[in-house]
């Protein structure tokens, strides 16, 4: 029972030392070059979709330009404005 008291008292000692330890001295940073443009265009339609965009270049939207086709599959409808879905979520709906 001693032994393992002091071996838990040790440990305990150690790891409170370390709260106290200063931070060094220097600041790590990981960016490689500073010029990287942090949202890229893709290249082609293989790119466009590893990088999480549609397959025309685009990017993904939540606000879409309203389109009226024949085929009702293809149409999309006007959205509602942020006016609109602040008083429908007041409303509670």
Do not use: C
């Amino acid at each position: 029972y001693s032994k393992m008291f002091s071996k838990v008292l040790t440990l305990a000692l150690i790891g409170s030392a370390a709260a106290f330890a200063p931070a060094p001295a220097f600041k790590a940073t990981t960016a490689i070059n500073m010029n990287v443009d942090p949202n890229p265009s893709p290249d082609n339609d293989q790119q466009a979709l590893e990088m999480g965009w549609s397959m025309g270049g685009q990017a993904h939207t939540k606000d879409p330009t309203p389109v009226v086709d024949e085929d009702p599959r293809k149409t999309i409808p006007q959205g509602e404005s942020f006016e609109e879905y602040m008083k429908a979520r007041a409303a509670g709906n």
